[in-house]
């Protein structure tokens, strides 16, 4: 059972790495309100942080999960 719980871990992470390289990237390719790159130039400008994403994210994650 740990053993099933550990690989179910793992790919549970690997989603969030596909999640996250789709957020910065490949959602971005043809988006044309929030285009490539804009993310990081919000960050590079301090408008938004990389703390901020990650409390937006945390809420939304537990807004569904608690539904």
Do not use: C, H
């Not at 059972?1 to 871990?9: A, G, Y």
């Not at 790919?11 to 043809?30: H, P, Q």
């Not at 703390?51 to 994650?61: D, Q, T």
């Amino acid at each position: 059972m740990e053993d099933s719980n550990e690989e179910l871990k793992e790919i549970i992470e690997g989603t969030i790495s596909d999640l996250v390289s789709g957020f910065l990237y490949y959602d971005r390719k043809e988006d044309e309100e929030l285009p490539r790159g804009e993310i990081e130039r919000l960050l590079d400008e301090g408008v938004i942080t990389a703390e901020w994403i990650v409390e937006k994210f945390a809420e939304k994650l537990r807004e569904y999960l608690s539904a």
